[in-house]
């Protein structure tokens, strides 16, 4: 998009500072958040999330692979993302290379824990076949369709909705194989395990405007910033990932307080993003 | 120099640590796997000027890390780049073949070159070379741990020995998460096995921070703490690197 004017910034800025955005907006208010599940049946799981105008689309294919030498006993989960420069011309060619890979950075550091696999958002330990040998390779990538700022949050959002809707296939091992051997196994094509997705965690993007910071910001708020932070929050309300953004540095008591709002607002966005992801799943059934 | 450490096992369990109790803070027998306390960073060591066609350059060590940077610029940006009121800061982090344990394992680090970016441009004032573009080239000699943060201090170190225009400088330190201790400054065993990671870069004489990066799940009341850890270590990395600036000026004087 092409840079705002002078007048455009004030009126930005000091509708911020009022607490009055430009499309009516409080401060701490996000946009409609639609969901909808299962819209690429292909996948084992899939979602799109609508933001406003923002438009954003995960998948989750499951492959049979070998675990890891640090972790044998987990399997493994990595994380796309494809900035389609069908959302912003701006990303043609490799242009959104270095957007993409700072989202698929900063997801990773929110839903996938620890180099321990501790305070991963799904367990797992649940991926894993043959101890050491197969497990699941859980591929989860996000396409941007369309994009007015707040990208991270609602690709959070779209990957939590995608993990809620997808259905791993039943590996059964076959009997009698020696411990040496590459062991036999067997996908079923009928029966599906599903994860629990109670503790992945949603990211809330505080975003620095002058001396306030707002929610969910859009494309022209975001260029208003001097800083953000992405805090991820689960409904336990621990805090699974933090990155900040934006140049300008933070007063460490500003981050404190921006952590505590973001644990506020979370649990609203929890709640929002839950029923819309429990009737979206309604919906595809029927 | 510090002496080349033992070599790092493949595979590495976190239990042996998580299983002991903190220990008193000079009771170091007990402790990690190099024999610091939890609290206790590890030797730093800082030399500006290792690179002679550069117009910046930083050498440093951080227990077995070893990090070389230089500064390239303020120079004329490519003519792809549109007109820019302020100047551009380009970083590029890369891994020697033999940095890591097994060889040509650091390529996964692709990440590095933005979090660097990210924690450099809140310090420098890029007013002050408005169209041009500063170049910051960083290499990973030995990776032991804490790679990032010693990147990052290196890099203000080679752009103060540059000349840029900085606010402050940069120093930054990570802490790793294991059940419920907080260990400083990890080295790459401790890195592998553990539950969670904070890392944040300041400007210490302006008590703010520029990067802050959070893995794993954690409670309030445990950033709290790992945020006040950090920027203690920060505050203290930083009198060090004061220390080499003002070396390296009274040793070009004599």
């Known amino acids: ?42 996948t084992n799981g899939s979602a799109r999330v609508r933001m406003g105008a923002t438009d954003v689309i995960a ?45 698929s950075n900063a997801l990773q550091h929110c839903l996938l824990g620890g180099k321990s696999g501790e305070g991963a958002g799904i367990d797992l330990s649940s991926l894993i076949v043959v101890e050491g040998k197969i497990c699941w390779d859980l591929y989860i990538d996000g396409l941007v369709v369309s994009s007015d700022g707040n990208l991270l949050d609602a690709l959070g959002a779209a990957i939590k909705a995608a993990l809620s809707n997808t259905g791993i296939p ?29 503790r992945v965690p949603v990211i809330v993007t505080l975003t620095k405007v002058g001396r306030h910071y707002i929610v969910d910001a859009t494309s022209e708020e975001e260029s208003q910033m001097s800083s953000g932070v992405s805090i991820s929050v689960n409904r336990q309300g621990h805090i699974c990932g933090i990155t900040k953004r934006g140049g300008v540095g933070l007063d460490p008591s500003i981050i404190l307080d921006m952590i505590s709002v973001a644990k506020h607002v979370s649990e609203q966005l929890i709640n929002k993003l839950d029923s819309e992801i429990a009737s979206a799943e309604a919906d595809e059934e029927s | 120099m510090a002496g080349k450490g033992g070599s790092t096992p493949a595979t590495y369990s976190p239990s042996p640590t998580t299983d002991k109790k903190k220990p008193s803070l ?30 910046g350059s930083a050498y440093a060590e951080v227990g077995n890390t070893k990090v070389i940077v230089s500064v390239f610029g303020p120079r004329e940006s490519k003519k792809a780049m549109m007109y820019s009121d302020i100047g551009r800061l380009n970083c590029n982090v890369s891994f020697t073949t033999f940095a890591t344990p097994i060889r040509g394992q650091g390529s996964d680090h692709k990440e590095y070159s933005s979090m660097l970016h990210k924690a450099l441009e809140g310090a420098i004032i890029l007013e002050t070379f408005p169209k041009t573009t500063v170049d910051v080239f960083a290499l990973v000699l030995e990776s032991s741990g804490s790679d990032l943060p010693v990147v990052i201090s290196c890099a203000s170190l080679a752009l103060a020995d540059a000349g840029i225009m900085m606010y402050d400088l940069v120093a930054s330190v990570s802490v790793s998460c294991f059940n419920k201790n907080l260990v400083i400054d990890p080295v790459l065993e401790e890195e592998n096995g553990q539950d969670g990671s904070l890392m944040i870069t300041c ?12 893995t794993g799940e954690w409670s309030t009341p445990k950033i709290n703490e790992g945020m006040q850890l950090c920027l203690d270590a920060c505050a203290k990395l930083a009198k060090i690197m004061r220390s080499c600036l003002k070396e390296a000026v009274s040793d070009s004087q004599e």
Request: with cysteine; hydrophobic share 35%.
């Open chain 1, 59 to 103: 998948s989750v294919k499951a492959e049979l692979g070998k675990p890891s030498l640090l972790q044998p006993d987990k399997g493994k989960v990595s994380i796309y993302i494809d900035c389609s420069s069908t959302a912003e011309p701006a990303f043609e060619g490799r242009g959104g290379d270095e957007l993409a890979a700072e989202l």
């Open chain 2, 203 to 214: 400007m210490p004489s302006r008590y703010e921070i520029t990067q802050l990066t959070v």
């Open chain 2, 26 to 55: 000079f009771n170091e027998d007990l402790a990690r796997p190099d024999g610091r306390s939890f609290h206790q960073c590890r030797p730093a060591f800082f030399r500006t000027g290792a690179v002679n066609a550069a117009s």
């Open chain 1, 170 to 198: 039943r590996v059964e091992v076959a009997a009698g194989t020696s411990n040496d051997e590459h062991p036999e196994v067997d996908v079923s094509d009928e029966e599906f395990l599903q994860f629990d997705t109670s």
């Open chain 1, 1 to 42: 998009m092409v840079g705002l004017s002078l007048g455009e910034t004030h009126f930005i800025q000091g509708g911020i500072a009022q607490d009055l955005r430009c499309d009516g907006r409080k401060r701490l208010t996000y946009r409609p958040i639609s969901v909808e599940t299962g819209v690429i049946p292909q």
